[in-house]
Nanobody, 124 residues
Framework: QVQLVESGGGLVQAGGSLRLSCVAS????????TGWFRQAPGKEREFVAG????????YYADSVKGRFIISRDNAKNTVYLQMNRLKPEDTAVYYC?????????????????WGQGTQVTVSS
């Protein structure tokens, strides 16, 4: 059974940086895409960034483009999200998730496996 565990969240001032990690265990086949999502209180879960298994395709939400960088190290079963120039509106619980087929890569309900999330709080 695949498990994803996020870490690296915390409290940071606006303009600061954080790096989130998502470590996978129990995989028996490679995921098609690993994505990062976030959910703020009272809001729907939204796509942040995604990366294919071979890192050949990377995509971002417009709200984070130019500030966040997604990367992966398959030897360590880890996907990273480097978050720079953080803003208070980036405050949310951040989740990583795996999907195993193409389709709407921005849709949370098409991702099969989720981590438990890590809180990111950006103060103004």
């Amino acid at each position: 059974q695949v498990q994803l565990v996020e870490s690296g969240g915390g409290l940071v001032q606006a303009g600061g940086s954080l790096r989130l990690s998502c470590v996978a265990s129990g995989r028996t086949l490679n995921s098609y895409v690993t994505g990062w999502f976030r959910q703020a209180p009272g809001k729907e879960r939204e796509f942040v960034a995604g990366i294919t298994w071979a890192a050949s395709v990377i995509y971002y939400a417009d709200s984070v483009k130019g500030r966040f960088i997604i990367s992966r190290d398959n030897a360590k079963n880890t996907v990273y999200l480097q978050m720079n120039r953080l803003k208070p509106e980036d405050t949310a619980v951040y989740y990583c998730a795996d999907r195993y087929y193409s389709g709407n890569l921005y849709a949370p309900n098409e991702y099969a496996v989720w981590g438990q999330g890590t809180q990111v709080t950006v103060s103004s």
